[in-house]
């Protein structure tokens, strides 16, 4: 069972969707709230690294902003733990551009689209979450 500390965010994506979630119950009792939606759009990015081609184009400039918006908070010493859950291919696209300070606030990475699942069923998922 991963042991979510007061106030961990939990931010879930899928390349065109993020959901920012904070547990504000405690660590054996997860009780979690949405937050408002990162906005995103603030940063005119285009995609990291190689070019994507076509529709990719789109989601690789939205993982490169949640990225650097992640960084942003964890710069700002704005949250101390984190959990971050997005696609396998987005998961991919994150990683190599967090920051080392979000590293240091990881509590895991789950490779797993949980973008359309209630509160409740993300509550259920990361208490099956080994950690």
């Not at 906005?39 to 690789?60: H, M, N």
């Not at 704005?78 to 190599?96: K, Y």
């Amino acid at each position: 069972m991963l042991l979510l500390k007061p106030n961990t965010w939990i931010i879930t994506a899928n390349g065109g969707t993020v959901r920012w979630l904070r547990n504000a119950g405690n660590a054996t009792e997860v009780r979690l709230v949405e937050e408002t939606t990162p906005d995103l759009d603030a940063a005119a990015v285009g995609p990291s690294g190689s070019q994507p081609q076509g529709a990719d184009i789109a989601e690789a400039t939205f993982n490169r902003k949640l990225a650097l918006w992640l960084n942003h908070q964890a710069l700002t010493h704005r949250f101390d733990h984190l959990v971050l859950v997005a696609d396998p291919i987005s998961m991919g696209e994150i990683r190599p551009q967090l920051h080392q300070e979000v590293g240091t606030r990881m509590q895991a990475e789950i490779t797993k689209d949980w973008t359309n699942l209630t509160l409740k069923e993300i509550e259920k998922a990361l208490d099956a979450v080994d950690g």
